[in-house]
């Protein structure tokens, strides 16, 4: 299978995924705000890895509710999506806007002092 074609795929999943996530019933999954930010399928559509981020909740609690959501997931994306074979999901968590926003605070906290400040002070 092309690379390109396998982009697209993902692309579309995402989409689907995002969408399906909102009629997901379980409190764990409905309640922390769970959203996809990547997907990645093998290219024998056997496997997908699915990379979340939630605003609330327990981390744990949120995995374990996508986990039990799978079958339910599957069975969404293999009705609105026409491929082959409908993959099984992995979730893994994705820490990139934690870690965004970590770096954030890191570059805010520092303070700059301009070295010929304090040159100034001591001769005047």
Partial sequence: MANYRRGRINDEMQKELAQI??????PRV?????SI????????????????SALRGEKKEV???????AGFIRR??????????????TFVE??????GAHIATL???ITITDPDEGEGEDNG
């Fill in 30 to 34: 409905s309640e922390a705000f769970v």
């Fill in 37 to 52: 930010t990547g997907v990645d399928v093998t290219p024998d559509l056997k496997y997908a890895k699915v990379y979340y």
């Fill in 63 to 69: 995995y374990l509710g996508l986990k039990s959501s």
């Fill in 107 to 109: 570059l805010n906290s």
């Fill in 94 to 99: 994705d820490t990139s806007i934690a870690n």
């Fill in 76 to 89: 969404m994306v293999a009705q609105r999506m026409n491929l082959r074979a409908t993959p099984e999901f």
């Fill in 21 to 26: 996530l909102r009629e997901v019933k379980d």
